[in-house]
């Protein structure tokens, strides 16, 4: 009886857990209020593009091409890569070419400051970068064109140190690609919203980081986060613990998954369940009660 007792009461939290969860994200939906401000003749200051890439990701050129189609006064991208016989380096090339009306660089350079490949392409990238506001974003990710208006609004609040969005899973095509836009658009959308409104814990996802070169600096720049695997959990760390606000945008950024096998994600939450239980030790056994799979 105790043990009916026991997980009856863990299905009660799970359920009350679920629920604060779907308050929060709803909470998070971009209204009329984020809308306004956006394009109401605000503050949009130039801004450089920073985009780590390695590979053919899913949709690379659709991805990239979006960012060329910002509606923005003034920005530059910037493709950073290690190899010029990486396969993105071809990809990125043919939207250069596409573009020639676009403040388009790309870097290729090799770097190996840091144990942190993706850090490693930043470095270059930031040394190259002419404006003052930087905005880092994964080359999975595609979005749209009043984006960069949207974040950068956020950015002009009183405090804000860096702006991050929430990222949605789309375009899946194969059993993995399902199984992990279900984890990023449930547990992970969830548990960013819940952490961010009800305990004052931002999360910041790397997909999508806008924040000014020096507060950047001021907290060591990315050389501070070259040895760990979770820059962006370590950024928003640091940048909260500067007294710096981490603002969570509830403007979603895709993030575009189509052919991932099982052995690939199954891998990568092996890889990131470690991670996370190194962060936060027994916080980590948390994770049973906010999954609402689990349940």
């Not at 359920?15 to 605000?42: D, F, H, T």
């Not at 974040?151 to 690609?177: C, D, F, H, K």
């Amino acid at each position: 009886m105790a043990t009916f007792w026991f997980f009856a009461a863990l299905a009660a939290m799970g359920i009350v857990s679920c629920g604060l969860q779907l308050w929060a994200v709803r909470s998070y939906a971009p209204g009329a209020k984020n809308k306004k401000a956006s394009e109401g003749g605000g503050h949009f200051p130039p801004v450089s593009i920073l985009k780590p890439l390695k590979g053919l990701d899913d949709n690379l050129f659709d991805n990239l091409e979006s960012f060329c189609k910002l509606d923005y006064p003034e920005y530059e991208i910037i493709f950073a890569l290690q190899d010029i016989n990486d396969l993105a380096f071809k990809v990125a090339s043919k939207i250069k070419l596409k573009y020639p009306d676009k403040d388009i660089s790309i870097v290729v350079q090799r770097c190996e400051e840091g144990l942190n490949p993706k850090v490693n392409n930043l470095i270059p990238a930031r040394g190259r970068s002419k404006h003052e506001y930087i905005l880092i974003s994964d080359s999975n990710v595609c979005v749209r064109k009043e984006y960069l208006k949207r974040i950068m609004a956020r950015m002009q609040e009183p405090g804000a140190g860096l702006v991050t969005n929430l990222v949605e899973g789309v375009g899946a095509r194969s059993l993995g690609s399902v199984f992990e836009n279900l984890h990023l658009n449930s547990f992970i959308m969830g548990s960013v919203c819940f952490l961010d409104k009800f305990m004052g814990m931002p999360c910041v996802v790397g997909k999508s980081m806008l924040m000014k070169k020096t507060d950047l600096e001021a907290i060591g720049g990315l050389v501070a986060v070259k040895d760990v695997l979770a820059e962006d959990y370590m950024i928003g760390k640091k940048m909260a613990e500067s007294g710096r606000r981490v603002v969570l945008s509830g403007f979603r950024v895709q993030t575009v998954n189509h052919y991932w096998g099982m052995k690939r994600f199954l891998g990568r939450h092996t890889r990131w369940a470690k991670l996370r239980w190194k962060i936060g030790g027994a916080r980590y056994l948390a994770e049973l009660i906010l999954n609402a799979p689990f349940m």
